[in-house]
């Protein structure tokens, strides 16, 4: 059981993730910086074909090029040539059908699917929902909010903590004790 991390909290619509944001220009020539969500950072210039949020609007582009640059990305895409149209783009969501992302092993998971996952302890008591989750670096962590809006640090850790996710009923049965 594993995860792939492929947006943040407020993942676009039913149909798509987000996979990043242009942040501001860089450069003359019409190239953003590109602030991704994707791990490793760099996937998210495997996908050519970007639908760009902006002002509750989408536009598609292709990518023209990207490039690690320092300890961010920078990407041009086509169209855009100069900075004043660069500028234009600066604080849209980099958005993905879901249905580009490519299908993963059994037992694997995407971000976007464990969020909102009711999760239960094996003696059925509910702790609450996957409000979101961050990586640590030791392993990534699940936010589950309960109805009062307490929140628990849940280490996403399979067979140890995560016990089953069934995404079909929309549960996750994990390993944790509910006082804590």
């Known amino acids: 059981m594993a995860m792939t991390q492929d947006a943040?909290?407020?993942?676009?619509s039913d149909?798509?993730?987000?996979?990043?944001k242009l942040t501001s220009t860089y450069g003359v020539k019409g190239w953003l910086?590109?602030?991704?969500?994707t791990s490793p950072m760099d996937g998210i210039l495997d996908y050519p074909e970007w639908q760009l949020r902006l002002d509750g609007k989408l536009?598609?582009?292709?990518?023209a090029q990207g490039r690690q640059h320092g300890k961010g990305l920078v990407a041009q895409l086509d169209g855009v040539t100069s900075r004043e149209q660069a500028e234009q783009l600066a604080g849209a969501e980099i958005l993905l059908p879901k249905q580009s992302l490519p299908p993963l092993d059994e037992g694997e998971?995407?971000?976007?699917?464990?969020?909102?996952?009711?999760?239960?302890?094996?003696?059925?008591?509910?702790?609450?929902?996957?409000?979101?989750l961050f990586e640590t670096g030791a392993n990534d962590?699940?936010?589950?909010?309960?109805?009062?809006?307490?929140?628990?640090?849940?280490?996403?850790?399979p067979d140890e903590v995560v016990l089953e996710?069934?995404?079909?009923?929309?549960?996750?049965?994990?390993?944790?004790?509910?006082?804590f």
């Not at 910086?33 to 969500?37: C, G, H, Q």
């Not at 536009?59 to 990518?63: A, E």
């Not at 589950?144 to 280490?155: F, I, M, T």
């Not at 069934?166 to 006082?179: F, Y």
């Open 165 to 179: 996710v069934d995404l079909a009923a929309g549960r996750m049965t994990v390993d944790w004790d509910p006082e």
């Open 59 to 63: 536009v598609d582009r292709k990518l």
């Open 141 to 157: 962590v699940m936010v589950v909010k309960d109805a009062d809006g307490k929140e628990r640090l849940l280490p996403f850790l």
């Open 109 to 132: 998971y995407y971000w976007h699917q464990l969020e909102g996952l009711q999760v239960t302890t094996q003696d059925g008591e509910s702790l609450g929902r996957v409000a979101y």
């Open 8 to 12: 943040t909290t407020g993942a676009g």
């Open 15 to 20: 149909q798509h993730v987000v996979l990043g």
């Open 33 to 37: 910086k590109v602030y991704s969500y």
